[in-house]
């Protein structure tokens, strides 16, 4: 019964904590929905590979969306023709590489500021370095979804295809009778580009309910997560806990594994990650903040509806390694 109570008080704290970052989120997801259009902004995107990645990588700060709706926006970033270094730029780092998230992560590890900082610069890094190595592959359609890659032109061949843009920072939006229409099919598409056009008191509306889905969505991901988080801190012998946390390998890998299977959203996960920071290393709670953000089981779904699983891989497999190796650069260098 003591097990439950700490527990269930742990479980609590968690949603309490981190609740008004949920919301904040999804608010800002919901106003770049209906009211920015980001045709100039795409339109003056660097060519440069490298400066194209690093631009990708902070466009985070103008779209703050979590994992939640990054792969929809970089989809149809890659759909209207942006390169695809800005693109994978910004799918892997606008999750963490937002204002949401780090005002976020500043509440949750203001004793710890330097993890804040390496977090963002951390994310940055290994977002710029991956769009910049994919930026190899001349031309990126065959590693594309089919339904992706047909919609994009050729290297320096013709104009740009005019597959209609997906203009959406989430995953959702109600539909006229209040179903639910994801927001990357074609009955979205078809009428997604008469958004921003539509009158003020109809953009209001839209933005009430598709607040309402994305909270209805996230919020489930966050209170399974805060669950996830406190059974584990009362359930798990604390001599195993204390095994994996203190060797600087072993709790690298584990919490990187844990942001994996947990899939916890970006915009709430340092709270996830504070509950175990009297057990674990520094080095792995930044490297639970980069990794999860950027590939876990979620993302990974949501992934494959832009590339084939082979590119899913190489970018499991770059991120994991990079954040591997800042990670452990940071335990050797600062313990």
């Avoid at 179903?179 to 921003?196: L, Q, W």
């Avoid at 012998?237 to 916890?264: F, H, K, W, Y």
């Amino acid at each position: 019964m003591t097990q439950f109570n700490t527990g269930f008080t742990l479980f609590l704290s968690l949603l309490v904590e981190a609740i008004p970052f949920l919301l904040l989120g999804v608010l800002f997801s919901g106003l770049l929905l209906l009211f920015i259009d980001e045709g100039k902004l795409i339109a003056a995107m660097p060519k440069n590979p490298l400066l194209g990645a690093f631009t990708g990588s902070l466009i985070g700060f103008l779209f703050p969306v979590c994992e939640c709706g990054n792969v929809p926006v970089a989809r149809r970033l890659l759909m209207q023709g942006v390169p695809a270094p800005v693109a994978i730029g910004f799918l892997l780092a606008a999750p963490t590489i937002n204002p949401i998230v780090i005002w976020a992560t500043w509440t949750a590890f203001r004793d710890q500021p330097e993890i804040v900082l390496l977090r963002v610069l951390c994310s940055l890094a290994i977002a710029t370095i991956i769009g910049w190595v994919f930026s190899a592959q001349a031309d990126l359609r065959p590693m594309l979804h089919p339904l992706v890659a047909c919609s994009i032109p050729a290297p320096k061949l013709g104009k740009k295809d005019s597959t209609p843009s997906l203009l959406q920072s989430g995953t959702f939006m109600l539909g006229g009778k209040g179903t639910s229409i994801r927001m990357d099919t074609p009955e979205f598409i078809a009428a997604a580009g008469s958004i921003t056009s539509k009158p003020l008191k109809d953009r209001l509306r839209l933005f009430l309910e598709n607040t309402v889905q994305e909270l209805r969505e996230l919020g489930a991901v966050l209170v399974l997560g805060s669950a996830i988080a406190a059974t584990l801190q009362v359930a798990v012998p604390r001599e195993i806990i204390l095994s994996l946390g203190q060797d600087p390998i072993t709790s690298i890998v584990a919490m990187m594994v844990l942001a994996a299977v947990v899939s916890i959203c970006s915009t709430v996960d340092s709270f996830f990650a504070l509950s175990f920071a009297s057990a674990f290393t520094s080095a792995s709670l930044l490297a639970f903040l980069v990794f999860g953000p950027m590939i876990d089981l979620k993302a990974i779904g949501l992934m494959l509806s832009i590339f084939k699983s082979r590119a899913v891989f190489y970018l499991l497999a770059l991120a994991a390694q990079l954040t591997f190796l800042f990670t452990l650069i940071y335990q050797i260098s600062f313990g």
